[in-house]
């Protein structure tokens, strides 16, 4: 593969997206949600929705940033109102969150999931969906999972524009079953010709 490109497809929508390199070894399909334009976020949030509404979900969480226009638009095509977002940069509002240590395939570096210790009683006791834009190693969702379930949510689904690869897989252990997606993609490494080749399993 020499094209600067990938073509996927998102549920009903095909995009092309840009091939970025993270090292000599390694280059991502990048999916950049708010560059996506509003009706791409309108439609893919609606598809997500239907795979999500048999589990009754009561409020939906997501992982800033690249999560919040996902979460916005599955929020409102599943009628709800409320959503809660997991950052990733300290905020004043911030300064008594929960946390949970993360780390990001696209950011190489030690961060930690915080929560807005005043919404808990947003998510106790309530099904709670998890969205975000990719699934790639699994680590950002594992600790969304874990920091949403030290408060009490019962977190019945997990949705993803797209899965990338299967790291995520082991990653998530049994949670991986939760995982409704509309689209796959690899990662790529260079081939001995230098022209990128596909890897699905990461």
């Not at 600067?4 to 000599?24: C, E, F, K, N, R």
């Not at 990048?30 to 560059?35: A, Q, S």
């Amino acid at each position: 593969m020499n094209s600067s490109t990938y073509p996927v497809t998102i549920g009903s929508q095909s995009v092309s997206l840009p091939l970025v390199a993270l090292s000599d070894s390694l280059s991502l399909a990048l999916l950049i949600t708010v560059d996506m334009g509003v009706q791409f976020m309108g439609q893919a949030g609606e598809e997500l929705a239907e795979l999500l509404r048999p589990y009754d979900v009561d409020i939906v969480a997501t992982v800033a940033t690249m999560g919040i226009p996902v979460v916005i638009e599955v929020t409102k095509a599943l009628g709800l109102d409320q959503y809660v977002i997991l950052h990733k940069t300290p905020k004043i509002h911030l300064a008594d969150a929960v946390s949970e240590p993360v780390r990001s395939i696209t950011t190489n570096a030690d961060q930690r999931l915080l929560f807005d210790r005043a919404r808990t009683p947003d998510v106790a006791g309530k099904r709670v969906a998890i969205v975000d834009d990719v699934i790639s190693t699994g680590a950002s969702t594992g600790a969304a999972l874990r920091l949403l379930r030290s408060v009490g949510a019962d977190v019945v689904a997990i949705g993803t524009l797209v899965t990338e690869a299967s790291l995520w897989r082991s990653a998530l252990g049994e949670d991986a079953s939760r995982v409704h997606a509309l689209g796959s993609i690899p990662i790529f490494h260079p081939g001995d010709d230098g022209i990128l080749v596909e890897d699905w399993l990461g």
